[in-house]
C-alpha cells in the first residue's frame, strides 16, 4: 500500500486517549466517539496500514490475519463514514 | 497466551447540539 492511500486523520478531529480508549471530537460537527481498545491501536497507528495493523492484531490475538484486516478495513470504512478519517479525496 | 478478540468498533457516540 503506498503511502498516498493509508488513511488519514481528519484534521478537524480533535481525539486524546484516555484510560486506553481513544476519544474523538468532530470540532465541525460537534460529534463525540469513543473507541474500543483494538479501535483505539488502529486509530493511533493507523501509517502502519490495514495489513501490518491485521497482521499485528492476529500476532497478539485468537483471530486470524485475513479476519482481523477485515474487520480492520470495515472499521476504517466506519470512520471514514463518520467523518473522523479525511476520505482520500483532497 | 493469546487475547481475547473483540472487533474494533466505536464503543459511543454522541452529537452536541
Known sequence: ?90 | MKKPYEKPAVIYKERIE
Open chain 1, 1 to 90: 500500500m503506498s503511502e498516498e492511500t493509508l488513511p488519514k486523520r481528519n484534521p478537524d478531529v480533535s481525539w486524546r486517549t484516555i484510560e486506553g480508549q481513544a476519544v474523538l471530537i468532530h470540532n465541525r460537527l460537534g460529534e463525540i466517539q469513543v473507541l474500543n481498545d483494538l479501535g483505539t491501536y488502529i486509530w493511533e497507528h493507523l501509517e502502519l496500514g490495514p495489513e501490518i495493523l491485521a497482521r499485528n492484531i492476529a500476532q497478539e490475538h485468537e483471530v486470524s490475519v485475513p479476519d482481523a484486516q477485515r474487520d480492520v478495513e470495515e472499521f476504517m470504512q466506519a470512520l471514514r463514514g463518520s467523518g473522523a478519517l479525511a476520505d482520500g479525496t483532497d
